[in-house]
C-alpha cells in the first residue's frame, strides 16, 4: 500500500549530535528555500529589459543584511508541491517549538597555551608500522538480524516532538473516525506526512492502525496511530535509528 521508506537519518544522535542534526536540518530547510524562491518571478523575464533605478540601488546596497536569530522554514518551503520539502518544513516547525532558536551550542573546549618562555610541543609525527609481521585475520561479517526489534528510549527532545506531532494528528482527526486503513493514511498524507512514511499495521480489535516513521537526521520517533469510535489515537515511541530497521518491526513494550 505505501512504499518502504526512504529514511535520510545519519549516524547516531546523542547531546552532541543533536545540535549538528539541527545545523543540517536548517542547512537543509535554507537550501530548498532559497533554490525555490530564487525560481519566483523570472520565468519569462527579459534580460536586455534594465528597470531605472534598479541597478543603482543594487550596487549602493553594500552593507550585509543582519542575519535571522530563528530558523524557520518559509512559507514557499511549506507550500511546496513536493511533499518531502513540506515535511522538512514541518519537522522544522515542531522542532523550534521543542527548541525554540535551535538548540544551545555545548561548552567551548579549551585550548592549552604553552607557558612565556616555553615552546609548545611538537606534534607527534605517524610512525611506519613494523615490518614482517602477520596481516591480522579478515573480521567475519555480523549475523544478519532477523525478528523483531525492541524499542528504544526516546530522548527528552524526541519526547517533546513526538507530542507536538501526536497533538496534531489527533485534533486534525477530532470526530471523524477513519473508515479503514485507506482513509487512515491518506488523511495524514493531507497533513504533510509523506506516503513514503507511512506503513501499515495490522488492524487493532478490529480499528486501522498505521505506524508514522518520523526518525530524521539520527532520531528514533516513531508514531503509532490506531483508530477509534470518534476519531484516533497517537502513540509516539521509540525505534533504533540504524536502517535496517522497519518501524513496523519494532515490538512495543507493553503499557500499563
Not at 60 to 69: L, N
Not at 194 to 203: E, G, L, V
Amino acid at each position: 500500500m505505501w512504499a518502504a521508506p526512504g529514511r535520510p537519518h545519519a549516524s547516531p544522535m546523542r547531546t552532541p549530535k543533536r545540535r549538528l542534526a539541527h545545523t543540517a536540518l536548517t542547512l537543509t530547510l535554507a537550501t530548498a528555500a532559497a533554490l525555490t524562491l530564487a525560481a519566483c518571478g523570472t520565468e519569462g523575464a527579459d534580460p536586455s529589459v534594465v528597470v531605472p533605478g534598479k541597478a543603482a540601488h543594487a550596487q549602493s546596497s553594500t552593507s550585509p543584511s543582519p542575519s535571522p536569530t530563528r530558523s524557520l522554514p518559509s512559507d514557499a518551503l511549506a507550500q511546496s508541491s513536493d511533499p518531502e520539502l513540506r515535511f522538512l518544513a514541518l519537522i522544522g516547525r515542531v522542532l523550534d517549538g521543542c527548541a525554540p532558536g535551535g538548540l544551545p551550542d555545548p561548552p567551548e573546549v579549551p585550548t592549552e597555551e604553552p607557558a612565556d618562555g616555553q615552546t609548545p610541543p611538537e606534534p607527534l609525527q605517524p610512525t611506519e608500522p613494523p615490518r614482517g609481521l602477520p596481516e591480522p585475520p579478515p573480521s567475519s561479517p555480523e549475523p544478519a538480524r532477523t525478528g523483531p526489534v525492541d524499542e528504544v528510549p526516546l530522548t527528552p527532545l524526541d519526547q517533546c516532538t513526538g507530542k507536538a506531532h501526536a497533538a496534531r494528528v489527533q485534533e486534525a482527526f477530532a470526530g471523524a473516525a477513519p473508515a479503514d486503513r485507506t482513509a487512515l493514511g491518506e488523511k495524514l498524507a493531507t497533513l504533510d506526512y509523506p506516503p513514503s512514511r507511512i506503513h501499515p499495521m495490522p488492524d487493532h480489535e478490529g480499528a486501522p492502525r498505521v505506524r508514522l516513521d518520523l526518525r530524521f537526521m539520527g532520531n528514533n520517533l516513531v508514531l503509532e496511530v490506531t483508530g477509534t469510535r470518534d476519531g484516533v489515537l497517537a502513540e509516539p515511541f521509540g525505534a533504533p535509528e540504524t536502517e535496517d530497521v522497519k518501524s513496523s518491526e519494532v515490538r512495543r513494550r507493553p503499557t500499563s
